[in-house]
């Protein structure tokens, strides 16, 4: 289980998170899907800075 986070959670970071459990993925599968590592995941997770362009279609 990871660490609570100190403020809430951005709305582009908190679908990513709802769309990741949905699919059954932790966040190392989801890495290795897209090809990035897990704390690229955690990062776009807990952030507003949205995934680079290039990684868009694998997430989709």
């Known amino acids: 289980m990871g660490r609570k986070l100190s ?3 951005p ?4 679908k990513l998170l709802t769309f990741r459990i949905n699919a059954g993925l932790s966040q ?5 899907r ?4 897990q ?3 955690a990062f ?8 680079r362009s290039d990684v ?4 989709a």
């Open 34 to 37: 897209v090809g990035v590592p």
């Open 44 to 51: 776009w997770e807990q952030s507003d800075k949205p995934p």
């Open 39 to 41: 704390q690229t995941i």
């Open 28 to 32: 190392g599968d989801l890495a290795q």
């Open 56 to 59: 868009l279609p694998k997430l």
């Open 7 to 9: 403020k809430p959670r």
């Open 11 to 14: 709305k582009l970071g908190e």
